[in-house]
């Protein structure tokens, strides 16, 4: 083989060479895919937001005197059982009255007698005084004989006394209802011996009632007296009343651990003491509240973010949030109230990204 042959050779082997490590480029180079987030959106509302704290407790007749015998005596007769609507003034039960009427009849004949008594020492009071005046008696027997006079006065005041006091005994044995209402409880019957203060019945006022509700402890810092607060009760379901606390018991129950606040209400007609009551007071009110829907915040690790919309790309924003009520959350910094915030798919967003609103 010749030079030139061998020259030939080498140059084809390079030549081939160099071409098999070259690779091949597409004519045209590929852009890359940009993808959006499909997203809705929602508008910041600007809102008053109040707070409730729901209670279930017991009405109560805010008026419920217990009777009780004002006079000691044997009960010839109960008027009333537990239940009976009374009004004013109703006789409710009766004592034997003889002992008294016998004290009455015993006083009048007291009076009799010392009226009959003075009389006739007026007459001797006069005729001593004349009798002195002519110098036929001493002073002293004058001075006994008004000495009498005023001792018989004084005791016709009190047997005048003790036939007012008798009077009044007979009268207090017919036991009368000092208010309208319901009879709740009774406790004595026919043929009963009564002493003064013994318990007869108690008797419950239905015009007013009192509602009881407990409320845990931790919330007794912010109840207080006016308060707004509603009430209901299962006993007449379609009746609802509107009004104010009247009294907080700062005093927590052992048991429970509860303090109880005291509402007093007129009754709307078909309510009854005893009945259970849900009430439900206003603790708190914020007035021109933020609010979004509660998918538009977001718990990052670092901290709480919601998304704005602006020029088609969600742009992230740090909030501070307060309270939550019916799936809507208050936004107390970060954002303000017209705003368009992205709702459902904020949380697969990240600042900036590009994204599709669905649904607007």
């Known amino acids: 083989m010749n030079k030139a042959t061998l020259t030939g050779l080498l140059l084809c082997t390079l030549l081939m060479t160099s071409t098999s490590g070259k690779t091949e480029q597409p004519a045209d180079k590929q852009e890359p895919i940009v993808r959006m987030v499909p997203v809705t959106v929602t508008v910041a509302e600007s809102r008053d937001v109040e707070v409730w704290e729901p209670s279930v407790g017991q009405l109560e007749a805010k008026v419920a005197p217990l009777i009780a015998a004002e006079v000691a005596g044997r009960l010839t007769a109960v008027n009333v059982d537990v239940g009976d609507r009374i009004e004013q003034g109703q006789v409710l039960a009766e004592i034997d009255p003889e002992a008294f009427q016998l004290a009455k009849d015993m006083a009048e004949a007291d009076i009799e007698r010392l009226q009959a008594l003075i009389r006739a020492q007026r007459l001797g009071v006069q005729r001593y005084r004349a009798l002195v ?72 006022n239905l015009d ?47 048991g429970s651990r509860s303090v109880q606040i005291i509402v007093n209400v007129e009754n709307p007609g078909p309510w ?38 602006k020029d088609g790309r969600a742009v992230q924003r740090v909030v501070s949030t307060g309270l939550r009520q019916a799936g809507q959350v208050e936004i107390l910094e970060g954002l303000a109230a017209g705003e368009r915030v992205v709702a459902d798919g904020a949380g697969f967003l990240t600042d900036g990204a590009l994204i599709e609103v669905k649904d607007e």
């Not at 009368?176 to 002493?195: A, E, F, N, W």
């Not at 402890?217 to 009430?231: A, I, K, M, Y």
């Open 133 to 204: 005046q002519k110098k036929s008696a001493n002073q002293s027997a004058l001075d006994d004989v008004e000495a009498q006079f005023g001792a018989l006065q004084a005791e016709l005041t009190g047997a005048r006394v003790r036939l007012q006091q008798a009077e009044r005994d007979i009268r207090k044995t017919r036991v009368l209802s000092p208010i309208k209402g319901r009879v709740d409880d009774t406790q004595v019957s026919v043929g009963d011996y009564v002493k003064v203060a013994s318990p007869l019945m108690r008797i419950g």
């Open 272 to 309: 009854e003491p005893g009945a259970s009551v849900t009430g439900a007071v206003r603790v708190a009110r914020h007035e021109n509240a933020v609010m979004v829907s509660e998918v538009s915040v977001v718990r990052r690790p670092a901290s709480t973010v919601i998304y704005v919309i």
């Open 208 to 254: 007013w009632l009192k509602a009881r509700l407990p409320y845990p402890e931790t919330l007794l810092s912010q109840l207080h007296t006016g308060l707004p607060v509603r009430l209901s009760s299962p006993s007449a379901p379609d009746v609802s009343v509107e009004t104010t606390i009247s009294e907080v018991r700062p005093s927590i129950t052992v």
